[in-house]
């Protein structure tokens, strides 16, 4: 345990005008540790991941990241080209709608091959070698490879959109909302397929999501978000399991049970 | 002797916001040591807070107050203290725990939930399977099941997938939530052999054992805890 923090956030906060999105969140997030934020509409979690992610400049506190040259550095101080080749070659972003992430007028391959060459990658078998990869990785029929994602279902487009992020080897995942839209059964699949991701290449990620089953299943840690404050965190099965916030006690006894 | 885990003044209330913020004390000054090589269980009548402690010992609920320590890597770690990383490395290494429940995966093979925590520490996947195979079948888990993901197996077989689970790797600390609750007696006995082999070579094991029984050939002492006054 002596690895420092990949990520350390200090009294962030967001305002859209007067009102208030989010509040003085603080925390540390370490190699390879994957946390869950979780609250329901409005209580300004997708805020929140738009500015860890560096696509929102916070109105108060920072965002300080584990860059690989220079350590612990505030992502908003970095310069414009800086801080879009950190995030095109450390960090990934996996939306819900995967058709916001995808260019659908080009074939799977093309999509997942083209983060490759963004990153300087010019040989062509070394990069369909790679697409191909990753379509099975993330259990894509590879014979679809020349297909355009517009003629994938929802499933199918939200693990192609996981190939095109994961491809370049982040080491830092910002996931919002990654099953939702999904029908039970291909969130199930996609959720078992994630968990076996992130355990593999030792992924850190923060992930997004109204959805309790998912962060029980995905995160080792939990963040329970209301009117843009974070009222309680922990050990995701303790603040499920053990709620001490009376907000998290009504999100775990408003879960219906199938 | 090695001290294992030491209960230190520890506290539990729960305090229910939602009706009224009603307050149910279930322990307080808790003191309690339980050495290597030993077998303790925990006694007392039902709602007296025997689950609430044993979670308390696996990070799963936070006592209020007083430290919780276990032996881990060398070090006593305090649970009510330790950061959700210290916790989710001291139950990688240290802790085992077996519920009443099986909290099924979906989509996942049987022999694979079971290989997994040998997996985590470094063993050869074909081999965590092999070894999870044969304690499968030891618990008589037949191996036409070890392939299918256990969310339609019955009760008694959920318990034992959960048993193999909890004794596939050589935990240190034993926790032990009625291990052999639903099962027959020759699947009872099974579990009652790997219990005692466990304690053989030296780990410090918690349990709940409602079965008699059961109690007495596993159990070196008892820890008795009583119901407490709920305040309102």
Known sequence: MTEGPLLRVDGLGHRFGRVVACDDIAFELFPGEVLGVVGESGSGKTTLLNCLAGRLQPTTGQVLYDMRATGLSDVYGLSEPERRLLMRTDWGFVTQNPRDALRMDISAGGNVGERLMVNGARNYGAIRNGATDWLERVELDTSRIDDRPATFSGGMQQRLQIAKTLVVQPRLVFMDEPTGGLDVSVQARLLDLLRGLVGDLGLSAIIVTHDLAVVRLLADRLMVMRHGQAVEQGLTDQVLDDPHHAYTQLLVSSVLQP | ?232
């Open chain 2, 1 to 232: 002797m090695t001290q294992m885990i030491r209960l230190e003044d520890l506290a539990k209330t729960f305090v229910l916001h939602l009706q009224g913020r009603t307050e149910l004390p279930v322990f307080e000054n808790l003191d309690l040591t339980v050495e290597q090589g030993e077998c303790l269980a925990l006694t007392g009548p039902s709602g007296a807070g025997k689950s609430t402690l044993l979670r308390s010992l696996c990070g799963n609920y936070l006592p209020d107050r007083g430290r919780a320590l276990i032996r881990h890597d060398g070090e006593m770690l305090d649970l009510v203290a330790a950061p959700p990383r210290a916790i989710l490395t001291a139950r990688r290494l240290t802790l085992g725990y077996v519920s009443q429940f099986l909290r099924v995966i979906p989509r996942i093979p049987t022999v694979d939930i079971v290989a997994e925590p040998a997996v985590t520490l470094g063993m050869e996947r074909d081999a965590a399977r092999t070894k999870a195979a044969a304690l499968l079948s030891r618990l008589n888990i037949g191996a036409e099941l070890h392939a299918l993901a256990p969310a339609t197996f019955s009760g008694g077989e959920q318990q034992r997938v959960n048993v193999a689970r909890g004794f596939i790797v050589n935990y240190p600390i034993l926790l032990l939530d009625e291990p052999t609750a639903s099962l027959d007696a020759a699947n009872r006995d099974v579990v009652v052999d790997l219990i005692l082999e466990a304690r053989e070579r030296g780990a410090a094991i918690v349990g709940i054992f409602h079965d008699e029984a059961v109690r007495k050939r596993v159990a070196d002492r008892t820890f008795d805890l009583l119901p407490q006054q709920a305040a309102a």
